[in-house]
C-alpha cells in the first residue's frame, strides 16, 4: 500500500518503519526543515554543545521491548536526571526528598521521622482534595507547597493551583531518602548522538521518503491508500470548531564561558522570577567536554495561533471539544489519528514509541484481515 505520514517525530517515523518493514511504500512529510519532531537535537554552531531544541529530553523506561527498540538505532549511554531548584533564596534537591526536608527544615530527621514530622504539617481537615492546591496541602503542608509546589505550578500553567484538578498531584509528591532521580525506571539513558540522529536511522528504510519544509495539504490524501496523521487533531479539521488548548514554551538562549549552574535543570519556584526554569545542554551529554556553553530560560505561556503546542490543557472545557473532535475524526476513511498531537495528550517518548508500534500492529493486522483500520489505535478520552 502506498502511506502517507503525517510528522517525521517518533510517531511517523516508528510507524513509517514498521510499515516499510512490512512491504508497504512510506512518504513521510514534516512543515519543519528537520526530523525528529519535539525530540529534535542539533548541536549549537556556536558552543559545539548538542541542544535539546525543544526543551530537555530524557529517556526513561519500563518497558523492555521499547529499551531494545530505541538501542537497536542509537547507542545509548546510562543518564539520570537530577535537578535542582531554587527557591526563596536557597538551592534544594528535587524531587522533593529527605535532603530537601532536612535542609529546607533545619533538622536531621531519619525517613520514619520525616514521614510523622510532614504528616504533622499536613493539612488533615481536607478529607477529599478537590483542587491541586488541596491535594498538596494534605499530603505535604503550608510550607513545602508554597516553596516547591505553588510558584511553580502557577507558572507552568497560568492559574492558581486551585482551579486545577487534585488528579495532577496523583500520587504523594515526596520521598523519605535520599534518592534525587528524578525518574523511578528501570532503563535510562541519553542516546550518544542525539535524537535526530536516532529518527534518521530510524527512517533509513528504502521504502521510506522523507520530504521536509512539506505542509500538509488535503490533496495528499487522494495519493494514498492510508494517512497517518501526527499533526494536531484540530488541525486536520482546519481548527473549525476552535482551538484545543495548549500551553507552549518560549526558550531565551544565552551562552556563557564555563559552567553556568552547575548542573543540567535549575527549576524557580518563586512567583516572583518569571521562567519556570534553566536548562544548561552541556549537561545533558556528560561524556562531552566544552569550554562555552548554551543555556535556555523557560517561560510558559497559554498558546496562541502560530505557537507551538507543547503541553494539552485537558480541563474540562478542552475534554469537552475533544470529544467533538474525536466524533468528526471518526467519522473519516483511511485516517489514524497517532501520536502526542494526534491524540490530544502528554505522551513520553517511550509511550509514543510503545504506542506507534502497537499501531502498526493493529494497522498490519487489520489489513491482513481485510478489516478498516480504526481513527484511534488509542483513544484520546
Ligand atoms: C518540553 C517537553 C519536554 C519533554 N521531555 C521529555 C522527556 O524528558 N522524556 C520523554 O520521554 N518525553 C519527553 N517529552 C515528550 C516527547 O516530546 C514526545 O513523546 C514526542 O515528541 C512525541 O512524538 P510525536 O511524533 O507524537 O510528536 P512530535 O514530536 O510533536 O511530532 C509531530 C510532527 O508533526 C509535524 N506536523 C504537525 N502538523 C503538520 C502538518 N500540518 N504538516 C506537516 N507536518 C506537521 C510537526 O512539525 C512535528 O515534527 C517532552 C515533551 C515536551 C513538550
Not at 535526530?196 to 505542509?215: K, N
Request: net charge negative; hydrophobic share 35%; proline share 6%.
Amino acid at each position: 500500500m502506498k502511506i502517507l505520514l503525517v510528522g517525521a517525530g517518533l510517531s511517523g517515523a516508528v510507524i513509517g518503519r514498521q510499515l516499510a518493514e512490512a512491504g508497504h511504500d512510506c512518504r513521510i512529510i514534516d512543515s519543519r526543515p528537520h526530523i525528529g519532531g519535539n525530540c529534535h537535537t542539533e548541536r549549537d554552531p556556536e558552543t559545539g554543545v548538542l541542544l535539546h531544541l525543544y526543551g530537555p529530553h530524557i529517556f526513561h523506561t519500563d518497558d523492555e521491548g521499547v529499551w531494545d527498540y530505541v538501542n537497536r538505532f542509537a547507542e545509548f549511554v546510562p543518564f539520570q536526571n537530577r535537578v535542582k531548584t531554587t527557591s526563596q533564596g536557597a538551592v534544594y534537591s528535587l524531587p522533593v526528598n529527605l535532603h530537601t526536608i532536612n535542609q529546607f527544615f533545619g533538622k536531621t530527621l531519619r525517613p520514619d521521622e520525616a514521614r510523622a514530622f510532614i504528616e504533622s504539617r499536613a493539612d488533615r481537615s481536607i478529607a477529599e482534595p478537590q483542587s491541586f492546591e488541596e491535594q498538596a496541602l494534605r499530603f505535604v503542608g503550608p510550607e513545602l507547597y508554597e516553596a516547591f509546589f505553588k510558584g511553580y505550578t502557577e507558572k507552568q500553567w497560568g492559574c492558581s493551583p486551585r482551579e486545577l484538578p487534585a488528579s495532577i498531584l496523583k500520587r504523594l509528591p515526596l520521598r523519605f531518602n535520599y534518592d534525587d532521580n528524578y525518574f523511578f525506571h528501570r532503563f535510562q539513558g541519553m542516546p550518544r548522538a542525539g535524537y535526530t540522529a536516532m529518527v534518521a536511522a530510524i527512517l533509513d528504510h528504502p521504502r521510506i521518503s522523507v520530504e521536509l519544509e512539506t505542509p500538509y495539504r488535503p490533496e495528499m490524501a487522494a495519493q494514498a491508500d492510508h494517512l497517518f496523521w501526527s499533526g494536531p487533531l484540530d488541525g486536520f479539521f482546519d481548527y473549525s470548531l476552535g482551538r484545543l488548548g495548549y500551553r507552549t514554551l518560549d526558550f531565551e538562549r544565552f551562552t556563557y564561558q564555563g559552567d553556568y549552574q552547575g548542573c543540567a535543570v535549575m527549576n524557580y519556584g518563586d512567583r516572583d522570577v518569571p521562567w519556570t526554569r534553566i536548562t544548561e545542554h552541556k549537561h545533558f551529554s556528560p561524556w562531552e567536554s566544552h569550554e562555552g556553553s548554551t543555556c535556555y530560560r523557560e517561560y510558559s505561556r497559554a498558546a496562541g495561533p502560530g505557537d507551538i503546542p507543547y503541553y494539552p490543557i485537558r480541563l474540562v472545557e478542552e475534554k469537552s471539544l475533544l470529544a467533538q473532535y474525536v466524533e468528526l475524526a471518526q467519522a473519516q476513511k483511511a485516517v489514524t489519528f497517532v501520536g502526542r498531537l494526534g491524540t490530544y495528550r502528554y505522551l513520553d517518548m517511550d509511550v509514543t514509541i510503545r504506542e506507534a508500534l502497537d499501531t502498526a500492529g493493529v494497522f498490519l493486522g487489520a489489513e491482513k484481515a481485510g478489516e478498516a483500520i480504526p481513527a484511534f489505535v488509542m483513544p484520546p478520552l
